[in-house]
């Protein structure tokens, strides 16, 4: 039988087992659709980057960095210090601390409204900041319009993980999951090209890359208007005869009354949770919460956001010019695209913890690498990087980005998307995106500032964080490939060697429902 996400541990039902689901063309246009949210979100995250290596924008909003930045005469560790502003550092973390606010309210809305409705506010969200941001006159103006797309980001990274959830299949989960990443990684190469011309435009190239990002947000919420909401959402909000007519055109099939009933009777199982943060504090559901959280925490220890915020401002601080720097964030760009999509083909045939496992290695020898190439270059203070070692360290890093992309990347989302039953699922998903986010915060507002006082040491700094996480992963993390989601808490945690002394019998009693 072909299952899809939508609720909690249900015992089988006598009923037939010939389904005629299918992969049908609603169900890939509606996650492509949704999706799309992840354009935003990547473009937030490269763009920011490359504006704040724009002299013209220095020169408006941050005049001591681009002071420090025309002059010639620096000693090594000044150039690793040319953009260790707190305010600058704030115009990239801003975003992410109102996203942390904004998730708890996105916490209320996905329940009570609607994973759809829930996801057109990040759309209206995204699109007033854009304009802000685009328009501004002052820094006021300027961290007004970051704030308001954090709210967006709060919004979407709550809403969307779980509609792609609930919609896809079991079989295909893991790669209609990751949708939303590899939308995100091909926002961040949008970014990077954008910002590669808009840099050749004075006085207000500035301006055209923060309005250019008005693109995925218009594609946003259009699409999150025009597409149903999840039959889980709509039940679940006593919607019935309307859930059960999008789940028909979801499967293209009439034939739906097994997987109606399982999400019924989820349903009526998280209706009876009236406090879900309270009930997502007890013991039984420990395991998915404290996997979540660890996730959201290791994926920020990566290091991947302090290179994918700031790369145009590391390359001109290990040497490179303007323009390079900015290509060079355009070549990690597009290996990011490429290697998340071989992450959607490898996360359902490979399994999340043989990508995890691999992608450790894989980053902590490309970390330690580019620890060795810096050091020798301060060692040897030969100025500024020769095309050769400039060469070395965007290979280096570009295979460092190409593990996290097929690895902790995607995977940081989907797996707590799956991990949580329907009674504590949007509340487990506001935990993850609030863990999320507020560990980007600390690494956008430190990242720069680490920079200038570690030098070099940043990459060794993280390579010690990938070992920690790698051996976490190999003895805690189970997987979960191809497990209906409803069922992962009887064939997952309560089989791991660790988890199942946390899972007990003593939940709402499971009943046999009968369909309308």
């Given at each position: 039988m072909w299952r899809r996400g939508g609720g909690c541990p249900v015992e089988p039902l006598e009923v037939s087992m010939d389904s005629e689901a299918k992969i049908t063309p609603i169900l890939i246009i509606s996650c492509l659709m949704v999706a799309t949210a992840g354009l935003m979100f990547g473009y937030d995250v490269g763009n920011s980057g490359g504006v704040t290596s724009m002299d013209d924008f220095l020169k408006k909003f941050f005049y001591s960095v681009y002071v420090r930045k025309i002059k010639h005469n620096y000693v090594e560790k000044s150039k690793y210090c040319i953009f260790n502003s707190q305010t600058l550092q704030l115009f990239t973390s801003s975003l992410y601390l109102a996203g942390i606010i904004a998730t708890f309210f996105a916490s209320y809305t996905t329940r009570h409204l609607g994973r759809k409705l829930t996801i057109v506010a990040a759309g209206f969200f995204f699109i007033i900041g854009v304009v802000f941001g685009a328009a501004a006159q002052n820094l006021a103006m300027l961290i007004i319009g970051r704030i308001l797309l954090g709210c967006?980001?709060?919004?979407?990274?709550?809403?969307?993980?779980?509609?792609?959830?609930?919609?896809?299949?079991?079989?295909?989960?893991?790669?209609?999951?990751?949708?939303?990443?590899?939308?995100?990684?091909?926002?961040?190469?949008?970014?990077?090209?954008?910002?590669?011309?808009?840099?050749?435009?004075?006085?207000?190239?500035?301006?055209?890359?923060?309005?250019?990002?008005?693109?995925?947000?218009?594609?946003?919420?259009?699409?999150?208007?025009?597409?149903?909401?999840?039959?889980?959402?709509?039940?679940?909000?006593?919607?019935?005869?309307?859930?059960?007519?999008?789940?028909?055109?979801?499967?293209?099939?009439?034939?739906?009354?097994?997987?109606?009933?399982?999400?019924?009777?989820?349903?009526?199982?998280?209706?009876?949770?009236?406090?879900?943060?309270?009930?997502?504090?007890?013991?039984?559901?420990?395991?998915?919460?404290?996997?979540?959280?660890?996730?959201?925490?290791?994926?920020?220890?990566?290091?991947?956001?302090?290179?994918?915020?700031?790369?145009?401002?590391?390359?001109?601080?290990?040497?490179?010019?303007?323009?390079?720097?900015?290509?060079?964030?355009?070549?990690?760009?597009?290996?990011?695209?490429?290697?998340?999509?071989?992450?959607?083909?490898?996360?359902?045939?490979?399994?999340?913890?043989?990508?995890?496992?691999?992608?450790?290695?894989?980053?902590?020898?490309?970390?330690?690498?580019?620890?060795?190439?810096?050091?020798?270059?301060?060692?040897?203070?030969?100025?500024?990087?020769?095309?050769?070692?400039?060469?070395?360290?965007?290979?280096?890093?570009?295979?460092?980005?190409?593990?996290?992309?097929?690895?902790?990347?995607?995977?940081?989302?989907?797996?707590?998307?799956?991990?949580?039953?329907?009674?504590?699922?949007?509340?487990?998903?506001?935990?993850?995106?609030?863990?999320?986010?507020?560990?980007?915060?600390?690494?956008?507002?430190?990242?720069?500032?680490?920079?200038?006082?570690l030098q070099y040491g940043i990459f060794a700094f993280f390579s010690g964080w990938v070992v920690v996480m790698t051996v976490f992963v190999y003895f805690f993390l189970p997987e979960t490939e191809n497990v209906p989601i409803e069922e992962i808490s009887d064939k997952v945690w309560k089989n791991h060697w660790f988890w199942k002394r946390f899972i007990d019998d003593d939940r709402i009693p499971k009943t046999i429902v009968t369909v309308p």
């Open positions: 967006g980001v709060g919004f979407a990274n709550q809403a969307v993980p779980l509609f792609l959830s609930e919609v896809a299949p079991a079989k295909i989960r893991g790669g209609l999951n990751i949708l939303f990443q590899l939308n995100v990684t091909v926002g961040i190469l949008f970014a990077a090209l954008v910002n590669y011309g808009a840099a050749k435009i004075h006085p207000w190239g500035w301006r055209l890359s923060l309005g250019a990002a008005g693109i995925p947000a218009f594609v946003l919420t259009l699409g999150a208007l025009v597409v149903d909401d999840t039959p889980t959402s709509l039940i679940e909000r006593g919607c019935l005869q309307e859930g059960k007519a999008v789940l028909k055109k979801l499967c293209g099939t009439d034939n739906i009354e097994s997987e109606l009933k399982e999400i019924i009777e989820a349903t009526r199982v998280a209706q009876q949770v009236k406090r879900p943060f309270r009930e997502l504090l007890k013991r039984h559901n420990r395991p998915p919460l404290v996997i979540a959280i660890f996730l959201q925490i290791f994926q920020q220890l990566t290091g991947i956001n302090a290179i994918m915020f700031y790369s145009p401002v590391l390359f001109i601080s290990f040497g490179l010019g303007n323009d390079a720097s900015l290509y060079a964030a355009v070549i990690l760009g597009s290996v990011n695209v490429l290697a998340t999509l071989v992450s959607i083909y490898a996360v359902d045939q490979a399994g999340r913890r043989l990508l995890l496992l691999e992608a450790g290695v894989q980053m902590f020898v490309s970390l330690i690498m580019i620890t060795v190439v810096l050091r020798w270059h301060v060692i040897d203070k030969s100025g500024d990087l020769s095309h050769g070692t400039a060469l070395i360290l965007v290979v280096l890093i570009c295979t460092y980005v190409a593990a996290f992309a097929w690895s902790w990347g995607p995977l940081g989302w989907l797996i707590p998307s799956e991990a949580f039953q329907l009674e504590t699922r949007s509340a487990g998903q506001s935990v993850t995106v609030c863990v999320n986010l507020m560990f980007t915060f600390l690494i956008a507002q430190a990242s720069l500032s680490m920079l200038c006082h």
